[in-house]
């Protein structure tokens, strides 16, 4: 059984003047532990999937099934990462880990042993990111990479069965996004957590995806999903390789032919919008 099973879903935001047409025809199934990446460009109805996957949007057509259930709101077991690392300024690094969302939504009382249970793993998924020596660090204190670390070691806590991730090192420097890119698929390889990923970055997607979903604009469509022709464990030297180029190269065509853009300019322009 997939984690995942997206039949023909769609979504039709109301929109002030006429109704908005975000996603048409959605057919995805996400196998568990998969590390999956959606790329395309801007509008493409990206973060609308992700959002509907959460259960903070609602799908208006189609179905929707996680674990073998609908979907019928945000719950425990999704888990999201944003671009904006959402911690709270007033809680040292340590208690932003422990005091996550994934807890209060419980809507019950937390027991001392509930308590006890999040402190032990707090500490290890602190270990996990690699930032032991801040537990006691205030949010403000760390670079924005390392504020993006304690929000995924946050969003772990209640060992989600999904982590949704939108766009999370779209705005760190291209080197703290190397260093991200190595230590998720650490933490994939670690915790065997579904992950899926949402980036307008070719190369990104195919680092980090084992299938990389190209999605088309106006309305929002899966144009083709590709397989990752490289090993499970990725090391940074493989994006030379001629596997990783060619289909860098291939995955740009489809989204600039759908894109109806004929030049790179125009294609990076409309990617990084
Ligand atoms: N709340 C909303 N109301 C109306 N239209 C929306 C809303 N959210 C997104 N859209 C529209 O849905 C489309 C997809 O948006 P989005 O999912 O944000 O794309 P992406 O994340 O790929 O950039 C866009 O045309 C956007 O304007
Ligand atoms: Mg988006």
New binding site residues.
Partial sequence: MSKVAIRKLG?V???SASP?P??ENIDLDVGEAEFVTLV????????????ILAGL?YHTSGQLVCDGHPVRGPGADRAMVFQHYSLYPWLSVIDNIKFSRGLRVNRRELTSSDVETASGRADALLNLIGLERFAHAWPRQLSGGMQQRVAIARALLGRPSILMM??PFGALDAQSREVMHDLILHIHRIERTTIVF?T?DVEEAIYLGQRVVV?Q????RIQRIYDVPLPAERHQDMKHEPAFRALRAEILDCIRQNAGLSTDVELLDKLNA
Avoid: W, Y
Wanted: aromatic content about 4%.
């Fill in positions: 979504k935001f109301a929109g908005v975000a996603l395309g460009a801007s509008g493409c109805g990206k973060s609308t999937l992700l959002r949007e939108d766009e949402v307008h999605m604009p106006r309305p929002g």
